[in-house]
DNA sequence: AACCATGCGGACCGGCGGTCCGCTTCGTTG
DNA sequence: CAACGAAGCGGACCGCCGGTCCGCATGGTT
């Protein structure tokens, strides 16, 4: 028995959170702000998503829907059935993409989870995930260590700061090297 | 002429922001805690420092002196006229050694600059220096955005986490297993 | 049509980083 | 020692923010 209009407003605050991080980047976005913008009252927003953190959580996880189906659905070098080492850089590669697409949130979402980042569920999949691969791609390493390295590639201010010199291809290619070094070691 | 009283504030205020740190870790620290604890009023912080970044960026240089020369010092497997490989390990080794002593301080450290992490002159240095290293041992990567993820090894929360199931030596071996299978590969 | 759980909104709160300015103190000068 | 100006001091003050609270509106059900 949910209420037509909680699912409205739902909707209408994740909307302007988005247009206010493409306006302002992930600065000055204030819970107020988005609020406003999503013509909602303050407590509706904090009565549907807790806190600012799972706000950006939530956001994030809406825009990472797809790769998380793809990562499971066989097929695709994505999926399960290809080998973990290609399976791995073609996760990386498509992480790359995904943090172009959304610099501006992956940014906020760092600021907001920054307390405890290691509970954010979109962060836990993609770690879990990493890890496993590199366990199976390369034995000798600690792999969940790894893996959070391999992730920390995409934090939004070094994905920022490598893209301004060569775009999301630079990305690519710089992790693509890390990875495949890490792999062949 | 720099006047005694200003000093003695600017000491009263460092040693000051490391006991509170001691006492209750990198959260709840406000500058407002920070002045009371140094017996000293909000704006003698705000001049000596200018910003609460400004404050953990001193302390952490701080506290890095003393890596910071070695890493200039002929003689130590840090120096110049080790090879780079080492050079490179030793210096990962001994910034575990200063992460475990200084955790909490690097959270808060992490916390304050998450702004701009980039202009930081302590990491500058440490990424110049890494970078270096890395681009005489391992000449296929980019260096400098490796720098950056070997770096990424040091974030506060994953060295806790890390550290937690092993200690300072757990922390060493992970890092020094990814970096030489990155300069191997 | 009547009822009430669900949800709404925005005034309100405590606390924060940072500023400002009248007052104090230091150290120099004669 | 006296006196003076620059350098420094402190804490009241500001604007803003994340988060709470509660009287009121609304939607779905009977």
Redesign the interface.
């Known amino acids: 028995m949910v209420r037509s209009d909680a699912t409205r407003n739902r909707e209408a605050i994740l909307r302007a959170t988005e247009e206010l991080l493409a306006a302002h980047g992930a600065e000055h976005i204030s819970l107020d702000r988005v609020a406003a913008a999503a013509g909602v009252g303050k407590g509706t927003l904090f009565r549907r998503f807790g806190s600012r953190t799972g706000l950006f959580q939530e956001l994030l996880a809406e825009r990472a829907a797809a790769l998380a189906e793809a990562i499971e659905s066989p097929g695709s070098p994505l999926g399960p059935g290809a080998p973990p080492r290609d399976r791995l850089l073609a996760f990386l590669d498509e992480l790359a993409g995904l943090a172009e697409r959304n610099l501006a949130l992956f940014a906020a979402h760092?600021?907001a989870c920054?307390a405890?980042?290691?509970r954010d569920p979109t962060y836990l999949r993609w770690h879990a995930h990493v890890t496993a691969l590199v366990a199976a791609a390369?034995p000798?390493?600690?792999a969940a260590?790894?893996a959070?390295?391999?992730l920390?590639?995409f934090?939004a201010?070094?994905a920022r700061?490598?893209m301004a010199e060569g775009g999301a291809d630079r990305l690519r290619?710089?992790?693509r090297?890390?990875a495949?070094?890490?792999?062949?070691?």
């Open positions: 760092e600021r920054a405890d980042k290691y390369a000798g390493l600690d260590f790894a959070h390295t391999l920390a590639s934090d201010d070094l700061h490598v290619a710089s992790v090297g890390v495949e070094a890490l792999l062949r070691g």
